[in-house]
């Protein structure tokens, strides 16, 4: 069970837009944490794809963007293509009694039709 | 180029030790945190902890599921951190990685993942 709640998949056409959600609580999101979100590829390492919740890393195509409100945040990806389909995690902060940890949703799968 | 290496992994039997290593280059290490991170087979990712820098104090911080039989330790001389992991179970069977840690204005984040180093324990 994951701290942060995502889809387990979504899927578009080539050139469409998808959107996926990270859903949190007031202990991470909602306390203001930033969201920050990974690409892994099938059989690659995770890559960093939008920090401090809409902040593009230097190289990461435009098609990428983040946005946070309240307790969730998305990811949205515009002008769809084949080689964006992967798993997609979302990553904040999370304050609890026993401490703070960093946290991940469960993993989307984006499929391209 | 930033860099990250994992090793040191492999086939381990249960209750029994592995220390993996993470090696870095393209970058001043002493400069940075690093994370540790695992991904069992067909599962997303797990945070396992992370070391300060020395400017810091060099302190380690874990997450609770793992608290107790799991250690990051670095030699910044080295350009290393190590992952320690203790008693191991079979369903610490995973893929580790090493990250670089960046502070954000709330929260932290990793720019920078090594390629990954399997564990498999079983007997």
């Known amino acids: 069970q994951s701290v942060l709640t995502q889809p387990p998949s979504v899927s578009g056409a080539p050139g469409q837009r998808v959107t996926i959600s990270c859903t949190g609580s007031?202990?991470?999101?909602?306390?203001?944490?930033?969201v920050h979100w990974y690409q892994q590829l099938p059989g690659t390492a995770p890559k960093l794809l939008i920090y401090?919740?809409?902040k593009r890393p230097s190289g990461v195509p435009d098609r990428f963007s983040g946005s946070k409100s309240g307790t969730s945040a998305s990811l949205a990806i515009t002008g769809l293509q084949a080689e964006d389909e992967a798993d997609y995690y979302c990553?904040?902060?999370?304050?609890?009694?026993?401490?703070?940890?960093?946290?991940f949703g469960g993993g989307t799968k984006l499929t391209v039709l | 180029e930033v860099q990250l290496a994992e090793s040191g992994g492999g086939l381990v039997q249960p209750g029994r030790s592995l220390r993996l290593s993470c090696t870095a280059s393209?970058?001043?290490?002493?400069?940075?945190?690093m994370s540790w991170f695992r991904q069992a087979p067909g599962k997303g990712l797990e945070w396992i902890g992370f070391?300060?820098?020395?400017?810091?104090?060099?302190?380690?911080e874990y997450a609770a599921s793992v608290k107790g039989r799991f250690t990051i330790s670095r030699d910044d001389s080295k350009s290393i951190a190590y992952l320690q992991v203790n008693s191991l179970r079979t369903e610490d069977t995973a893929v580790y990685y090493c990250?670089?840690?960046?502070?954000?204005?709330?929260?932290?984040?990793?720019?920078?993942w090594g390629q990954g180093n399997l564990v498999t324990v079983s007997s």
């Open positions: 990250s670089r840690e960046r502070v954000g204005a709330m929260g932290r984040y990793f720019d920078y």
């Open positions: 393209g970058f001043t290490f002493g400069d940075y945190a």
């Open positions: 070391i300060r820098r020395q400017a810091y104090g060099g302190t380690t």
């Open positions: 007031s202990s991470n999101i909602g306390a203001g944490y930033d």
């Open positions: 401090d919740n809409n």
């Open positions: 990553q904040s902060y999370d304050s609890r009694l026993s401490g703070s940890e960093v946290v």
